[in-house]
């Protein structure tokens, strides 16, 4: 069952679609930043409840350019250093909305957009064409996004870009979802593994840019090719300097990551076809927001998992080719695959 519901804000109102399969599994998502706003499935005791972390007023959403809360991201997902790129000896400059970089698509990607919504079978697709104008990006693409129900309780988020111009683009599109598979949402990660099909983590420098460099996993923080328990392996990272994870780990799929619950018996698998999935902690947040209900945000409440190409790919060309060359066509697909294990 397909229902929509219009959620009113100091901004005006926006849609808010649910998908609803009747048997505890369901989903919700907005015409703004074509969000990703609820993902719901029982657990071992047959109580359903959203697995992903969510703004509790639509006006915090709307105002955030911070935490990007189950929205989708583009037209490329992580960080480009300095804003800038050059293709064919021509140089490109893109907004720069954290320090000098460019992040998630710029402040006005597609995490800050209106989007055209229709139901499709078993989920909502949603489209827009973004210019330069929009967005600060070269070319005019064309593009959709579509959340639906496949079987076996599989949901899954399609991406389709074309340039529709004579100018070559960018195109490492993403949904910035946030998982925490606990009922209770202040728990955090308690009672979470996580297990990632990654050999080797890229090399960050201080501004967590990518220096070109991939290391080895072996008799690290970041070795989750076993299952690891998720809050210990935040406290070991953080032995090495780090806040928390907020880096890019190369993935060999279609199998990339999965995520469970040891208490309750949730379970993700994530599919993608993609060559990395980026690890976030939440390792920070700034003035106090509620989230889901009513709880107070709080550091390392969730983690979000975010399947792209390798970030500032346009200078690493050995990252993976992230150029939609004109009137050219791509698509990307990614899965959340539900389970409650026995």
């Known amino acids: 069952m397909i229902t929509q519901e219009e959620l009113k804000s100091e901004w005006g109102s926006l849609t808010k679609y649910t998908v609803d399969n009747g048997d505890g599994y369901a989903f919700s998502c907005v015409n ?16 359903s409840s959203n697995i992903l972390l969510q703004f509790a007023r639509p006006d915090s ?54 989007w055209h919504a229709k139901t499709i079978h078993n989920g909502i697709e949603f489209t827009r064409e973004i210019t330069r104008e929009d967005d600060g990006f070269p ?9 639906r129900w496949g079987e076996n309780h599989q949901f899954h988020i399609e991406f389709n870009g074309f340039n529709d111009s004579d100018e070559a683009t960018l195109f490492n599109p993403t949904v910035h979802s946030y998982f925490n598979l606990n009922n209770d949402k202040t728990r955090g990660l308690v009672c979470h ?29 970041f070795d989750f090719r076993q299952s690891q328990t998720l809050d210990k392996m935040i406290e070991s990272v953080k032995k090495d300097g780090f806040t928390g994870y907020d880096h890019p780990f190369q993935v060999s799929g279609p199998l990339i990551a999965t995520l469970k619950n040891t208490e309750n018996r949730r379970r993700v698998d994530l599919y993608s076809d993609r060559n990395a999935c980026i690890l976030y902690t939440l390792n920070a947040i700034g003035k106090p927001e509620s989230v889901n209900g009513g709880a107070d945000l709080k550091p390392f409440m969730a983690a979000a998992l975010e399947p792209q190409t390798l970030p ?31």
């Open 193 to 221: 593994e996580l297990n990632m099909h990654a050999n080797r983590v890229a090399e960050l420098g201080n501004d967590l840019i990518p220096t070109g460099k991939l290391f080895a996993v072996d008799g690290t923080p």
């Open 32 to 47: 703004y930043g074509a969000a990703l706003t609820s993902l719901t499935m029982p657990d071992s005791s047959g109580y």
């Open 312 to 342: 500032d790919a346009v200078h690493h060309p050995d990252f993976g080719n992230i150029i939609l060359q004109p009137h050219q066509e791509q698509s990307y697909h990614i899965v959340y695959a539900l389970a409650v294990d026995a």
């Open 139 to 147: 070319g005019i693409l064309k593009t959709s996004i579509t959340y």
């Open 61 to 114: 959403m709307y105002n955030d350019q911070t935490y990007f809360f189950g929205k989708a991201i583009g037209r490329v997902g992580g960080r480009i250093k300095d804003g800038s790129y050059r293709l064919n000896g021509h140089p490109y400059q893109l907004p720069q909305n954290e320090g000098t970089n460019t992040l998630h698509g710029g402040a006005n990607g597609f995490h800050h957009l209106w």
